[in-house]
Every structure is written in structure tokens, then in C-alpha cells.
């Protein structure tokens, strides 16, 4: 396999199994496990995909509400209930389970998931080596910017590249700031422009460029082949400053100070043993290990 960085988003896999499994498997205090025991499924799907791995590394979000995005917009997110003790248990668990597998993992209460890939993937860039973002975050796509980047929808099995990107949105990867500051992300909260739906912010920042091209040049914008186009200057112009925080909401900061160095990954017989002990001490056994305990075997662990 060519050497790569394999760079998980690990809380949107948790949050699926926690919304799609039934509330079926719990542990010996009755917290629920039917995150963990979704996640525990899809960590073993994957790892035998990326297998021999030298860069592996999941993210994890842990700042919802404390996010340094708060500061600059206080609604950003908001919609979005911090979790209960129940999710934040199997959350936690989670992660230690990826720990227990040996993957590096990142997560604070300053920066999003999103950011920590992104530092990750600079790093990986500085040294060369290609991406594959395993998500299915669309906003994840600013990631795109080498040739032989890739986005992963793990679940669907589907890997998108940067034309594929441009050709499903109409920009380019590294517009994508640019044109989320258009449209916004309900999401996210991240508000946009009132009125400019994905079409709109598409064409602007396909034939204008930037937010910084289409301010210095406000006039071009009448000319745009746009339904309402003569009135499009007059609303962006109104709605500027907000357009700007939208963007700066949905960039990713690829300069998160913890991440210094892009690590290093070699799944061992250890790593499963460890996954399978913490797997039994939660009081899952059955099917989910017997598939952990065929690993070694399929990966040909000695």
C-alpha cells in the first residue's frame, strides 16, 4: 500500500452508531453502550482497510460550546445540545478505545476535530505524503488540495478527490471557506448571506474567485449570468461583515499548537488484545469480539 496519512474523524462515526442503534447494550452500572458497540464495529471494519498503516490518527470533538469559534460568534453551534451523561460516557469510551488500539488521538476543549485534521494533514503535506480523510463532514473537502488527497465516506464507501469535490459543490477545495461564507451551514449556525443559496455562492466564487475578489470588484457581479444579479451587489454589500465571520466560522486552522509532528502508527498484536480486554470489561463479548479476535489472523499479526 503507498504510504499515506489515514486521518479519522472518529466523533461523526460515534454519533451515527449512537443515533442508528437500538438502545440494546448496556454495562454492568446501566450506562448504554450502543455507541460504543457501533464504533467498536466500524474501528474493526477499518482497520483491516488501511492495513499496513504508517500514519494513522483520529480527532475527536470535545469543544461544543467552548470552541475558540464561540468567541468570535457566541451562536455558532448552538442549536446543538451539549450531551448528557450517557453520550459523554460512551464518548469517552470511545476514544479510550482507540487509544487501546494504539491510534494517536487528539481532542480539547479549544478546537474542533476539524482543525486537528486539518494540522494533521499539513504536516503530512510537509512531509509529501498524501491524505485520506475518513469523514463523512463535507466541510472536511479543504483537506483536498494535494492531487492524491482523498475524502472517505467510510460508511458509504465512497472516496471523493478534489475534481469530484469541485464538481459536487462548483468550487475548488480551497474555496470552500470562501463559499460557506456565502451560503453558511445551518449545521453549524454559521449564518452566510441572507438569500444566497449554493448556486448563487457557487457562481460568485467559481468566476470571481474569493470574497476578496468579489469586494474589489463589486460590479462584476451585476454581469453574472444570476437570477437577480443588478440586486445581488446591493445585498452582499449589506450582509459583508457577516459574510467574512461565516468564512473565518468555517476555515479550518491548520495550526492547532499542540500538533507538532505527524505520528508515527504500527497496529501490534498488543493493540488488539488491549482493544478486546477494554471491549470485555464494558461487558460486550459475543459476536463483536469474535470478530477483534479474528484480526490478527486476517491481518497476519504475528
Given at each position: 500500500m503507498t504510504r499515506r496519512a489515514w486521518l479519522l474523524d472518529a466523533s461523526i462515526y460515534i454519533f451515527r452508531a449512537w443515533f442508528s442503534l437500538p438502545d440494546r447494550w448496556k454495562d454492568q452500572d446501566g450506562n448504554p453502550l450502543n455507541a460504543v458497540y457501533g464504533y467498536a464495529s466500524f474501528l474493526c471494519d477499518l482497520l483491516p482497510r488501511v492495513h499496513p498503516a504508517s500514519h494513522l490518527a483520529a480527532a475527536f470533538d470535545e469543544s461544543l460550546g467552548s470552541c475558540f469559534r464561540n468567541e468570535l460568534y457566541p451562536d455558532y453551534k448552538?442549536?446543538?445540545?451539549?450531551?448528557?451523561?450517557?453520550?459523554?460516557?460512551?464518548?469517552?469510551?470511545?476514544?479510550?478505545?482507540?487509544?487501546?488500539?494504539?491510534?494517536?488521538?487528539?481532542?480539547?476543549?479549544?478546537?474542533?476535530?476539524?482543525?486537528?485534521?486539518?494540522?494533521?494533514?499539513?504536516?503530512?503535506?510537509?512531509?509529501?505524503?498524501?491524505?485520506?480523510?475518513?469523514?463523512?463532514?463535507?466541510?472536511?473537502?479543504?483537506?483536498?488540495?494535494?492531487?492524491?488527497?482523498?475524502?472517505?465516506?467510510?460508511?458509504?464507501?465512497?472516496?471523493?478527490d478534489s475534481a469530484a469535490f469541485e464538481q459536487r459543490f462548483g468550487v475548488r477545495p480551497q474555496q470552500f471557506a470562501d463559499y460557506l461564507g456565502l451560503v453558511g451551514d445551518s449545521v453549524d449556525d454559521i449564518p452566510g448571506v441572507p438569500g444566497v443559496g449554493p448556486r448563487t455562492a457557487a457562481v460568485l466564487i467559481s468566476e470571481l474567485g474569493s470574497l476578496e475578489a468579489i469586494a474589489a470588484d463589486m460590479a462584476a457581479v451585476a454581469a453574472l449570468p444570476l437570477r437577480g444579479a443588478s440586486r445581488l451587489g446591493d445585498k452582499l454589500s449589506t450582509y459583508w461583515s457577516q459574510a467574512l465571520l461565516s468564512r473565518e466560522l468555517a476555515r479550518l486552522d491548520a495550526n492547532v499548537p499542540e500538533v507538532q509532528q505527524l505520528p508515527d502508527y504500527q497496529l501490534t498484536l498488543s493493540d488488539i488484545d488491549n482493544a478486546i480486554d477494554f471491549i470485555r470489561s464494558l461487558g460486550l463479548d459475543g459476536p463483536l469480539v469474535r470478530r477483534w479476535q479474528a484480526l490478527p489472523t486476517q491481518l497476519q499479526l504475528a
Open positions: 448552538s442549536s446543538r445540545a451539549l450531551p448528557d451523561e450517557a453520550l459523554a460516557f460512551q464518548l469517552r469510551s470511545c476514544r479510550e478505545l482507540t487509544e487501546r488500539c494504539g491510534i494517536p488521538c487528539y481532542g480539547g476543549d479549544r478546537y474542533e476535530a476539524d482543525d486537528y485534521l486539518a494540522s494533521l494533514a499539513r504536516l503530512a503535506g510537509e512531509q509529501q505524503l498524501p491524505v485520506t480523510v475518513i469523514s463523512r463532514d463535507k466541510d472536511l473537502g479543504q483537506l483536498l488540495t494535494g492531487p492524491a488527497n482523498r475524502w472517505w465516506d467510510f460508511a458509504a464507501d465512497k472516496t471523493v
